[in-house]
């Protein structure tokens, strides 16, 4: 059910639909509803208290905001034609939620849950390379943009010069956040370095 309820979704959002395959994807979307209300109930009423506080007291509550929220989801569609557009659009999002019960699939499936936990272990490192990346980029725009201040003002102290480099070196290099962008560019491969390099051969 979490994964036809999840395709479902991904019918749902295609925007040309016939009335009949819209009122199809409508009553087999409520029944996925009814049926995660009513399991949902269920389960309140077998473990009480502990449903709140047991082991499983993370997926409970997980399970409990999604069932709300499409609940909400629902008896805000029938109201739809009574509210403005503004609030329409705003209720539209609670449709979200509802992709995110597929998230449930890894308590069933423990190796898909031991696997989300290798991947956000892995993360941690992940984390820690970009801050040591960040701060390379940060001590090397900050050096360059220096450099491409002090280049700027003899240039403005001495006269026209070369107008088109001047405006290259402006460009790529003319503050610290353009410096930054440049470099992050350069990284993620947005610009190729060899040419915005051959500007700072004069200066730098």
């Known amino acids: 059910m979490i994964i036809f309820n999840s395709i479902l ?49 993370g997926w409970n509550l997980f399970d409990l905001f999604l069932v709300i929220s499409s609940v909400i989801d629902v008896i805000f569609t029938y109201l739809a034609a009574d509210m403005s557009p503004a609030l329409a659009g705003s209720v539209k999002m609670l ?21 989300a936990m290798m991947i956000l272990d892995s993360l941690k490192s992940l984390f820690g390379a970009l801050i040591l990346l960040g701060i390379i980029v940060y001590v090397f725009a ?41 470099l992050l560019l350069s990284i993620l491969g947005g610009v190729s370095w060899h040419l915005v390099c051959p500007e700072l051969s004069g200066f730098v």
């Open 9 to 57: 979704l991904g019918l749902d959002i295609n925007r040309h639909k016939d009335p009949l395959e819209e009122q199809i994807l409508l009553v087999l979307g409520e029944t996925c509803n009814i049926f995660f209300f009513i399991e949902l109930t269920m389960r309140l009423w077998c473990y009480k208290l502990t449903f709140f506080c047991g082991e499983e007291q």
């Open 95 to 115: 449709k979200l939620f509802r992709i995110m019960r597929v998230f449930r699939v890894f308590r069933f499936f423990r190796q898909l849950a031991n696997w």
């Open 142 to 182: 900050v050096s360059l943009s220096m450099n491409t201040a002090d280049w700027l003002l003899q240039q403005d102290m001495s006269g026209p010069g070369n107008t088109e480099l001047r405006n290259h070196v402006e460009t790529w290099f003319g503050s610290l956040g353009r410096t930054l962008y440049t």
